[in-house]
């Protein structure tokens, strides 16, 4: 069959392609570097060092956190593309979400303990349930809680409120912006200069690279939470003032309004 391109469709495919490539070459950097750096450690180990007891005590654990690293990366580069894979058919699970996000908060206690943080969820139990994939959404607000307390200045309180609103916003996919389940995940951290908000949910995207790597950061949190949104007609809309802290709101629409996503057979 004879296919007709616009100059329009072509400088789009032009730009995946090159979005692409990107990526690859992006992931390929990302996992390069903890690689070497095992290697060269291994190296060290089996040569100059090889009976050092005093060098193999300090090298084994950088070595432990390369590779872990490197797992995570791998783990986040996996849930990237099975989202993608899928983001073409409606979640069918019905998922409450204040008990989602309570549990994520649970599993994060110790963590911001350990920055003298709070976690706070204050979200009615009986707030409407939403269509989804209940483990795709726990992914989300775990990356969204992990951020808040790993960015959040120590002592500070994270807090996630949330209700039902009227409208999305307008960045919502499709014209049927219906009613939504609104949740905000707020921080207390050095917040986010503005002209870096738009870029966020990039990938491998970091507003300062050697922060978010020696928190142990992958640069894909944010991708992935606006994909698995995406997927779920939803959205992800990050506000900040820096020196204050930032606010990620997750809007997504009710299981009640059946337009929004068609609910399982
Ligand atoms: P990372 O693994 O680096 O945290 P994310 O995709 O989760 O990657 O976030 C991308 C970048 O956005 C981070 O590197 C950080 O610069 C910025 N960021 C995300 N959440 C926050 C937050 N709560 N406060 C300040 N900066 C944040």
Not at 29 to 55: C, I, Q
Not at 172 to 195: K, N, T, Y
Request: aromatic share 4%; with cysteine; charged share 25%.
């Amino acid at each position: 069959a004879e296919v007709l391109l616009t100059i329009h469709d072509v400088t789009k495919l032009v730009r995946m392609e090159r979005m692409r490539a990107d990526f690859v070459a992006n992931a390929s950097h990302e996992l390069r570097t903890p690689l070497s750096s095992l290697l060269g450690f291994v190296e060290t180990l089996m040569g100059p060092a090889r009976d050092d007891a005093e060098a193999r005590e300090r090298f084994l654990p950088v070595m432990l956190e390369q590779g872990q690293r490197m797992q995570r990366l791998v783990e986040d580069l996996l849930s990237l593309s099975r989202i993608e894979m899928n983001e073409h058919s409606a979640p069918t699970d019905v998922v409450p979400i204040p008990d989602l996000v309570r549990r994520i908060a649970n599993g994060l206690e110790l963590k911001a303990e350990a920055k003298g943080c709070t976690l706070a969820v204050d979200l009615d139990p009986a707030l409407p349930p939403v269509w989804g994939d209940a483990d795709q959404l726990s992914q989300v607000f775990q990356n969204l809680l992990d951020n808040a307390v790993k960015y959040g200045r120590a002592g500070t309180p994270v807090t996630v409120t949330g209700g039902v609103v009227a409208q999305g916003p307008a960045s919502m996919p499709g014209s049927r912006r219906g009613p939504c389940l609104h949740v905000a995940v707020r921080d207390h951290g050095e917040g986010i200069a503005r002209e870096h908000l738009p870029r966020l949910t990039e990938r491998f995207y970091r507003v300062d690279r050697a922060r978010s790597r020696q928190m142990g950061g992958t640069g894909l949190g944010l991708a992935i939470a606006k994909h698995v949104l995406t997927r779920h007609r939803g959205a992800l809309v990050p506000e900040s003032m820096v020196g204050e802290g930032s606010t990620f709101n997750v809007y997504l629409p009710l299981a009640s309004d059946t337009l929004a996503i068609a609910p399982p057979p």
